[in-house]
């Protein structure tokens, strides 16, 4: 049986793409990075693979917005072969700047219209965030959190992850239907760990399939239990880290 395959796309900017690549490496597919104006002049790349990844960093400078630019070129250029890929059953994840672009090209917790209800803005402290923050699931709907039952912590690192919907409605509505999967959780001590003041603790959100999630926290950067600050005396050092389950099972799911 062939190796699952995913496509990490990246564009000027994005800087976690070898990082996504090795992680869906480490978990058994075939992984190939390519860059948004290849795949825009040969949308049939998407026809070959079960997984598609938008990594993290600072696509186009973030100028505008974080992720605007790069959503607005995937919108313009690649709409129909993304929403065709989705429909068609395939995995959708977005990291960090991915999850921003993927509100913003309506890929993710819009309307049908394809107008975006949600949106990741400035963190309420005004300034970049780079640090491990406690998280916790919520329901089963999404494939790629299975088997993530206690509370993992992983690494974040934005200015602009504060989750905020259009209306209170709108994020009552994501709660309802088990949309709002991964909520920031709290310390050894019961204290918060929301480090950017997203309502309702959202550190990720799923499509009403599951199979399209985005996540501001990083998984990519916690595939081995010695990346974690405080692996020695918490971890086994042959382990892996909390953030590979994520890409184990996104490629159990499709293989």
């Known amino acids: 049986m062939l190796s699952p395959r995913a496509l990490v796309l990246r564009a000027p900017g994005t800087n976690c793409d070898h990082e996504t690549a090795h ?46 630019i790069f959503a607005l070129e995937l919108a313009l250029r690649l709409g129909d072969a993304l929403r065709a890929f989705r429909d068609r059953g395939g995995l959708v994840l977005g990291i960090c700047n991915g999850f921003q672009v993927l509100l913003q090209t309506g890929l993710l917790l819009a309307d049908a219209a394809g107008r975006p209800r949600a949106a990741l803005a400035h963190n309420r402290c005004g300034r970049f965030i780079d640090r491990w923050v406690r998280l916790e699931v ?61 309502a309702a603790d959202v550190a990720g959100a799923c499509d009403a399939t599951g199979r399209v999630f985005g996540l501001m926290p990083h998984p990519e950067r916690f595939v081995d239990a010695t990346q974690h600050p405080a692996w020695s005396g918490r971890f086994d050092g042959t382990a892996a880290g909390a953030g590979l389950t994520i890409f184990v099972n996104a490629v159990k799911t499709v293989s």
Request: with cysteine; hydrophobic share 45%; proline share 7%.
């Open 23 to 68: 992680a869906f490496e480490r978990a058994g597919a075939i992984a190939r990075r390519v860059h948004v104006k290849a795949l825009a002049e040969k949308p049939t790349l998407l026809d070959d693979v079960q997984i598609l990844c938008i990594p993290g960093g600072f696509s186009y400078g973030d100028d505008i917005a974080s992720g605007r």
């Open 138 to 198: 919520r329901g089963a709907k999404c494939p790629f959190l299975q088997g993530l039952d206690a509370p993992f912590d992983l690494p974040i690192a934005h200015g602009e992850g504060r989750f905020v919907t259009a209306a209170r409605a709108d994020l009552d509505a994501f709660a309802a239907a088990g949309q709002l999967v991964l909520r920031y959780g709290t310390d050894a001590a019961g204290g918060p760990t929301n480090p950017n003041g997203a």
